[in-house]
């Protein structure tokens, strides 16, 4: 049987704009289209400090709480019958906020949570230290937060939850979000409408997406559902948002895992960026909670390899870019290392940010050690005359073959040992001499605490 819709609400003389109310509809719709139990779930807040206090008052303030929790059902019993067309149960409890609805949804295995913001100060940051922030990140299963509406929805307006817009930027994590929605409403009695979106960074060839986005969707199409998909390009989150509003998408599915640098999708960066820019609502999901909710999370018993971390298809130029183009998409995608390739796609090297600094090396026929700066002997006086001279080099003259480099193939801990041994923090990961990805010392510190998460 297919778990509850659960809709954490407050009532209006905690909530008298109503923010919490704008969930319902979504919650509603989702209910109808699973054939799903819709719960309205409210909760007392009674903190830890207040819990202690209460409870050396004995049995008088055991009445008081009681009397908080009648006084609180009686207000979304009244929310609870303006919902029609669905099964609606109102549930109230006692605790801190975030604990109970987390305990409440696996309790119940609930199918999604649906969320909007709350009144507490702050409102204008959804996520930032907020409720919504906090289940996300605790919950075991996908969070739909909406986006708070004035005037508030009412509970039975009809809202469109297709085509959902699933992101991807090449990783397997990223299309975990592809098996999240079709879990949650490829239940539903008519085919689900998906459209796939990737964002094309610096010089990526987009021919290779297409292929990649073409593959995906013939799988998905399988699958029994209809699936488009298109490029964009610009600022992730903004051309997410975009794509998002020319498609009519009715929600947005994205990770709160994803992978190393600009092209991760965490809370508070992308994900907080794009509910901030669109009315779309996001719904968001850890990776390894869509793996509990199949009901399949064996301990993992193959070593991770770089192909499980790594970047695919990471960010490059050509050889005859110049020092300035090198510099200029360094720090535009907020990146460590980028590397050179020829048109073939070959592997030529790697330029890091710290070549952009001047090193002391001791100078020839020498016991003396001098600053040098793209070849170039430099004095504090004349850095910035060297930079000058310097912007228009090309990418082939300053780029340095990688120390080491990986295959796909290969164990994360090998890598991780040679990394350590050659003191590098970028490795290219090459087959037959191209450039298929790219990992860093960050990537293998994120694999090690979902590692640790999972077997927690």
Wanted: overall charge negative; some cysteine.
């Amino acid at each position: 049987m297919t778990g509850p819709v659960v809709v954490p609400v407050l009532p209006t003389y905690l909530d008298p704009e109503r923010v919490t109310h704008c969930a319902v509809p979504y919650g509603r719709a989702i209910a109808n289209r699973i054939e799903s139990e819709l719960v309205l779930l409210s909760v007392v807040e009674i903190s830890e400090s207040l819990r202690s206090y209460l409870d050396a008052e004995g049995k008088q303030v055991e009445r008081m709480i009681q009397h908080w929790l009648e006084q609180r059902r009686e207000a979304i019993d009244r929310l609870a019958e303006a919902v029609n067309g669905v099964s609606v149960r109102v549930e109230v409890r006692a605790g801190e906020p975030v604990r109970e609805i987390v305990a409440f949804t696996t309790e119940q295995q609930a199918a999604v949570v649906v969320m909007s913001s709350h009144s507490r100060p702050g409102l204008a940051r959804l996520f930032v230290g907020s409720v919504a922030f906090s289940v996300v990140q605790r919950a075991q299963g996908p969070v739909l937060v909406v986006r708070a509406q004035i005037p508030v929805p009412a509970p039975n307006a009809p809202v469109t939850l297709a085509p959902v817009l699933v992101p991807l930027d090449g990783s397997s994590l990223a299309e975990e979000a592809i098996d999240s929605v079709l879990m949650l409403f490829g239940q539903g009695r008519d085919a689900l409408d998906l459209h796939l979106f990737h964002v094309l960074r610096g010089d990526t060839e987009p021919a290779k997406w297409e292929r990649y986005l073409e593959g995906v969707a013939r799988r998905v199409q399988e699958r029994g559902a209809r699936v488009t998909w298109s490029l964009g390009s610009g600022a992730v989150a903004d051309a997410i948002a975009h794509e998002a509003e020319q498609r009519h998408a009715g929600l947005i599915a994205m990770a709160t895992h994803g992978v190393s640098g600009v092209r991760r999708v965490l809370l508070g960066s992308t994900a907080e960026h794009v509910l901030h820019t669109t009315t779309v609502p996001l719904l968001l999901y850890r990776p390894h909670a869509v793996r509990q909710l199949a009901g399949a999370q064996p301990r993992r018993t193959q070593p991770l390899r770089v192909r499980d971390v790594m970047t695919p298809n990471p960010i490059v130029v050509g050889p005859e870019a110049t020092l300035e183009r090198v510099a200029e998409v360094m720090l535009k995608h907020q990146i460590g290392a980028l590397p050179v390739v020829d048109s073939d796609g070959r592997l030529l090297g790697l330029i890091r940010e710290e070549d952009f600094l001047a090193q002391e090396r001791l100078i020839p026929f020498s016991v003396l050690r001098a600053p040098h700066l793209f070849g170039r002997w430099v004095t504090p006086e004349r850095l910035e005359e060297v930079y000058a001279e310097v912007r228009q080099l090309e990418a082939r003259e300053v780029a340095r073959p990688p120390e080491i480099t990986a295959s796909e193939d290969m164990t994360l801990g090998e890598l991780a040992a040679r990394m350590v041994a050659a003191d590098v923090r970028h490795v290219p990961v090459v087959h037959e001499g191209k450039l298929v990805g790219i990992v860093t010392r960050h990537d293998i510190l994120k694999a090690v605490a979902r590692s640790r998460e999972h077997s927690g």
